[in-house]
C-alpha cells in the first residue's frame, strides 16, 4: 500500500533562518506531487505541483520554492522565513495520468516563525 | 473564476443529530468533488468522491453526499452523529482537464455535544 510522510511533524524557526520540509511517497511511482499551506481560520492553498522529476508549477508567488530531486521526493524550501509563512505545510499525492485525480495527503508540518 | 464556497463556519450539533455540511462550487464544467475530514493537528482524510454517475453517493464513516448539477452543490450529509465525527471538514472541486489542481472551500468545523 501507499503511505506518505512528511518531516519534521513541528518546527519552530526564527524569521530570516531557511527552511527545508521533506515529503516522500513509497508504495507508487511516477507520482504527482503537492504542496499546500493551511493557516488559521483558511482554507488550503496549494503552493506548488509536481508532475515528473525536475517539474514544478508554482501556483502562488511567494517567500517558497520547491524542488522535486527523486521520483518519489518533494522538496519546500525558503532561504529566509518570514512571520507570514507559518502553517500548517500538508503534502499529498495522486496518481498520474489516472482519469480521476484523487489526492492522498501526507500527516503534515507545524511551522511556528519567531 | 473558480471556487469553492462552504458557508458555515462552525456547526454544532448533538450527538445523535442529523449533520448537512454545505458545499457550493463554481467552474466552467463539472469537476470531480471531494469531501475531506481532518482531526486537529492531523491531515486530511478522503470521506467521499463523486466522479460521475449515481448523484448520491456514500463514503466512509456513515457519510454520504449529493451532487445537485442544478445548484451546483455536493452538500456531505451523516443520518446520526457521534462524538468522534468533531473535526474539521472540507469540500474540494478538482479539474476533469488532467491539471491535477485541487480547490479548497474554507472548511467547515463540526462540534459535537455529548
Known amino acids: 500500500s501507499q503511505t506518505i510522510h512528511q518531516w519534521p511533524a513541528t518546527l519552530v524557526q526564527p524569521v530570516g533562518s531557511p527552511l527545508s520540509l521533506e515529503c516522500t511517497v513509497e508504495g507508487t511511482s511516477n507520482p504527482n506531487l503537492y504542496w499546500y499551506r493551511q493557516a488559521a481560520g483558511r482554507g488550503l492553498q496549494l503552493l506548488f505541483y509536481?508532475?515528473?522529476?525536475?517539474?514544478i508549477s508554482s501556483e502562488v508567488p511567494q517567500n517558497l520554492s520547491a524542488s522535486r530531486p527523486q521520483d518519489r521526493q518533494f522538496i519546500l524550501s525558503s532561504k529566509k522565513l518570514l512571520l507570514s509563512d507559518s502553517g500548517f505545510y500538508l503534502c499529498?499525492?495522486?496518481?498520474?495520468?489516472?482519469?480521476?485525480?484523487?489526492?492522498?495527503f501526507g500527516p503534515g508540518t507545524r511551522l511556528t516563525v519567531l | 473564476a473558480q471556487s469553492v464556497t462552504q458557508p458555515d463556519i462552525h456547526i454544532t450539533v448533538s450527538e445523535g443529530a442529523s449533520l448537512e455540511l454545505r458545499c457550493n462550487y463554481s467552474?466552467?464544467?463539472?469537476?470531480?468533488l471531494f469531501w475531506y475530514v481532518q482531526s486537529p493537528g492531523q491531515g486530511l482524510q478522503l470521506l467521499l468522491k463523486y466522479f460521475s454517475g449515481d448523484t448520491l453517493v456514500q463514503g466512509i464513516k456513515g457519510f454520504e453526499a449529493e451532487f445537485k448539477r442544478s445548484q451546483s452543490s455536493f452538500n456531505l450529509r451523516k443520518p446520526s452523529v457521534h462524538w468522534s465525527d468533531a473535526a474539521e471538514y472540507f469540500c474540494a472541486v478538482g479539474s476533469r482537464s488532467g491539471t491535477y489542481k485541487y480547490i479548497f472551500g474554507t472548511g467547515t468545523r463540526l462540534k459535537v455535544l455529548a
Open positions: 499529498a499525492w495522486s496518481v498520474r495520468g489516472a482519469s480521476y485525480n484523487e489526492q492522498f
Open positions: 467552474y466552467g464544467a463539472t469537476p470531480y
Open positions: 509536481s508532475v515528473g522529476i525536475g517539474q
